[in-house]
């Protein structure tokens, strides 16, 4: 049998295989979940080595790394897939229609959490590989695999993993499966990622919660205190305010530009699609440019003094948010750190007592966008999906995929088959039944296509 026929023929068992799994609550963020983030791993690892493929689990100093190789000669090029293996947290639970890690088919989609972020779209490579070992049909390339456990909660270990093991991971081209498309059936190459950088900031007022009556005028009030903070990030066009934010970010080139502007914006959709009223961005970009080429910072959660049934007339003895801020090429997320801490330290008055605590980051990436591996990759796309692909870039970031460039010098294949309405971190994650077959059949001939780049 050959490896697309085997494909056609496991329709059913590829889908099983998945939704066992997709039942790992492998939430990494969250410490009560070690264990079934460590089942996971041995899971995945035990999946691998019965389709073939050599694997072990390897230690990062956080959560493992499954890892994974087939080798044959060194005559062929060797790709290097890379995937996550751990998922978001899935709260509020109560929103999900179904419970988030039994995973079933509704409709027309895959739900669960991780169905499209990110193990449906690393089973596709799997079951592509799985079709040339079960079929006995002789891989054109080596394969390695590396499969994260701690992408979700900010891979902050994998760098130096990789750092410490560039002879395993030596490789022609990285395969990345972890975006989306640009739409429904309209697959995509994605050619950039935003960085990341993360801070926490607590605001500490009395020493306990006092009687908003008895204190309040002269007592300074935390919360109020960092809701000034916040509100002092941006000015009213939608722009950072922390002094040097915007020091290295280089402007759009006019390609960038037009090549954004050639693709297809519904603006009422989309503000349908999330429930909102209007947009509210960085002024004089267009949506794509402010989300996929322009640093941002955001709230993700702020925490403090009451908020339980009825009132509560306190003045709170602190106050916390953690925020993000995206980043885009050459703004360095521990200096964006540095930045923001003192901005805040300067607009901060002396009676405010606050803490910062800097996680640092990853840096943003670009990816060509032309040369032979791209024209492969294209024609994968098309031989899975029937469509040709087209070039756009993503705001979302996947770590290590900046430390593949600077420490082995190599270039990643952002092959997204998901969608962006995929609900990825949000209740109901979804993965479309169609997406998650057409993903299978691009990542079967992206084997054949990338065999027959020339090496160098
Ligand atoms: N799959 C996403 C990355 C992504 C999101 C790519 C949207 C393209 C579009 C990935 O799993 C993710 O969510 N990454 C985190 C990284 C962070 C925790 C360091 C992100 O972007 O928030
Ligand atoms: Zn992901």
Not at 121 to 139: D, P, S, V, W
Request: net charge negative; proline share 6%.
């Amino acid at each position: 049998m050959d490896p697309k026929s085997f494909l056609d023929q496991n329709k059913q068992k590829r889908l099983d295989e998945l939704f066992t799994f997709l039942k790992f609550p492998s939430v990494s963020a969250k410490s009560e979940h070690k264990k079934d983030v460590l089942a996971c791993a041995e899971w995945l690892k035990g999946h691998l080595s019965e389709m073939g493929i050599e694997s072990k689990i390897m230690p990062t100093g956080g959560h493992p790394v499954v890892f994974g190789s087939k080798i044959g000669s060194s005559e062929k090029l060797t790709l290097l897939y890379y995937g996550h293996y751990d998922v978001q947290p899935p709260e509020p639970l109560e929103l999900w229609k179904t419970a988030p890690f039994e995973p079933i088919v509704d409709g027309e989609y895959i739900l669960a959490r991780g169905a499209t972020d990110d193990k449906g779209q690393l089973f596709t490579h799997l079951k592509a590989l799985e079709a040339y070992l079960a079929t006995g049909t002789e891989l054109p390339v080596n394969i390695k695999l590396l499969i994260e456990g701690e992408e979700e909660s900010g891979a902050e270990n994998l760098a130096n993993f990789v750092k410490n093991n560039t002879e395993l991971l030596k490789a022609d081209i990285v395969v990345v499966s972890d975006s989306s498309q640009f739409g429904k059936d309209q697959p995509a190459v994605t050619f950039g990622l935003r960085g990341v950088a993360f801070v926490e900031v607590k605001v500490t007022g009395p020493n306990r919660d006092l009687h908003s009556g008895g204190f309040g005028g002269a007592v300074p009030n935390p919360v109020n205190e960092l809701a000034k903070i916040i509100g002092a990030m941006h000015d009213s066009d939608g722009r950072v305010l922390i002094d040097g934010f915007y020091d290295n970010v280089q402007p759009m080139t006019d390609w960038e530009k037009r090549q954004f502007a050639q693709l297809p914006f519904d603006e009422s959709e989309l503000l349908q699609s999330v429930g909102c009223k209007g947009f509210h961005g960085e002024k004089g970009y267009t949506v794509y440019e402010q989300v996929w080429s322009r640093p941002t910072l955001d709230i993700n959660g702020i925490t403090g003094g009451y908020q339980g049934e009825g009132g509560k007339t306190i003045i709170p003895s602190w106050a916390s948010c953690k925020i993000t801020m995206r980043l885009v090429p050459d703004q360095e997320p521990g200096e964006i750190c540095d930045k923001f801490e003192k901005y805040v330290r300067k607009i901060c008055p002396d009676y405010v007592d606050f803490e910062i605590t800097k996680h640092g980051g990853a840096g943003a990436v670009v990816v060509p966008t032309e040369g032979p591996w791209l024209e492969a990759a294209g024609r994968a796309i098309k031989a899975g999906f029937g469509i040709e692909p087209v070039y756009k870039k993503e705001g979302g970031s996947i770590p290590v995929v900046g430390t593949f460039k600077s420490v082995l010098g190599l270039d990643t294949l952002l092959l997204g088959w998901g969608q962006n309405g995929d609900n990825a971190h949000s209740p109901n994650e979804r993965f479309s039944l169609i997406d998650f077959e057409r993903g299978c059949y691009s990542a079967l001939a992206l084997i054949d296509e990338l065999a027959k780049v020339e090496a160098g």
